[in-house]
């Protein structure tokens, strides 16, 4: 059986990931630190702690599973605190990509699968998103991203590394048979903040920016399902696998949803209204994030299957609702 070192494996996309590799046939290996990671979400094959800062530990993984591919997903994801704290970001997200292909490198691995972003683009001239639109990242967090994306194409070239940069719009939802889900401490996405409003966890939601010039005033998104996105990487490592050349392209569905609707949606799904608290925009929030999804299509025959958000909800409401421990208040 093939084996492909996830790093990240034990946080949100990288749990589902592993699902989707292990029901393909491959057996998943997860690198994760579990600072945001979760131990219990690493249910298809073997979790090695570790750092991608660990040059050494890394290797020893490497040389010891010996993966045909590696998919990284391993990172910083909250903007705001990348903004508070770029030195963090550029040293994890950054920093600790070099350190994971140099021993890629020394280990003779040459595939990777990175988990890039739709930030690379910052603010959008075009919407839906080409993946021609220029990247110009509007935050830490999004330029850590396009840098390594420069730095995969360069040793490329340089060296024979065959790479994939999947941007991903807003990743959402969870496993349809509620195995594993979005768990992130804090909690700052707006579908799991809804349900923590309607569920009474959080007193309310705020709604950031009700004066956007959109149709009904919030921000628009392409909210796309995490199982479609781990179809997408599968999909990815195995054209990587079958020869292909670096890329890099969007994951998204191709359509948009209003924060409103979105509100709406778990307002059906949930059957009890969403206490909102309408707040100014959130710094750095554009107004419309879409994906142009013709080329995803082209080259990997990906085509999101969750297109309606009541049922994107509805998977991410059933992962909500599974027995907890105890319920903290965020
Ligand atoms: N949003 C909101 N309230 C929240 C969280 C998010 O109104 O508590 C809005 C946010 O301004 C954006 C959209 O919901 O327009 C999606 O935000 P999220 O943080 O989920 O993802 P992002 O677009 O930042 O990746």
Redesign the pocket.
Known sequence: MSRILVTGGAGYIGSHACKTLAANGFEPVSFDNLVYGHRDAVKWGPLEEGDITDRERISEVLGRYKPVAVMHFAAYAY?GESVQDPAKYYANNVGGSLTLLAAMRNAGINKIVFSSSC?TYGVPEHVPIVETEKQAPINPYGMTKLIVENVLRDYGTAYGLRSASLRYF?A?GADPDAEIGEDHDPE????P??MMAVSGEIPE?????TDYDTPDG????DYVHVTDLADAHVKALQRLLDGGQTFGLNLGTGSGFS?RE?IAAVERVSERKVPVNE?P??AG?PPV?VADVAQAKRVLDFEARFTDIDEIVNTAWNWHQRPRPQQSVR
Request: contains cysteine.
């Open positions: 903007v930030a807003n959402c700052t996405h707006l579908i903040r809804a939601l705020d709604l950031f920016g919030t921000c628009i998104r924060v979105v707040q925009r959130r929030d994030l």
